[in-house]
Nanobody, 127 residues
């Protein structure tokens, strides 16, 4: 059974750092991407990173570029999101999600492209 489980959410001061983890299990395909998304209260879900687990290309929106780094380890059982220089508006519920894609077309890394979601981990950025 395919599962994604997030962890690492916490309260951090502005300017601080936090590393989130997404534990993966049940994956058998070679062609999938793991996206990190966040949702603040009363706002829509937005993507903050995407990692193609086949060729390890990454994508970040401008809002987090140069502050967030997505990575995995050799066995590809965990995907990490390193978040640096956190801002109050980075707060929210952070989800990881898996998108299975056709290698001829690549991953879309969008909310409505994701096939499986974790339950989220809460990040609060406040003094």
């Amino acid at each position: 059974q395919l599962q994604l489980v997030e962890s690492g959410g916490d309260l951090v001061q502005p300017g601080g750092s936090l590393r989130l983890s997404c534990a993966l299990s049940g994956f058998t395909s070679d062609y999938y991407a793991i996206g990190w998304f966040r949702q603040a209260p009363e706002k829509g879900r937005e993507g903050v990173s995407c990692l193609n687990m086949n060729d390890f290309t990454t994508y970040y929106p401008d809002s987090v570029k140069d502050r967030f780094i997505v990575s995995t380890e050799g066995a590809k059982r965990t995907v990490y999101l390193q978040m640096n220089n956190l801002k109050p508006w980075d707060a929210g519920l952070y989800y990881c999600a898996a998108e299975f894609f056709n290698p001829d077309f690549g991953a879309n890394c969008k909310v409505d492209s994701e096939d499986f979601w974790g339950r989220g981990t809460l990040v609060n950025v406040s003094t």
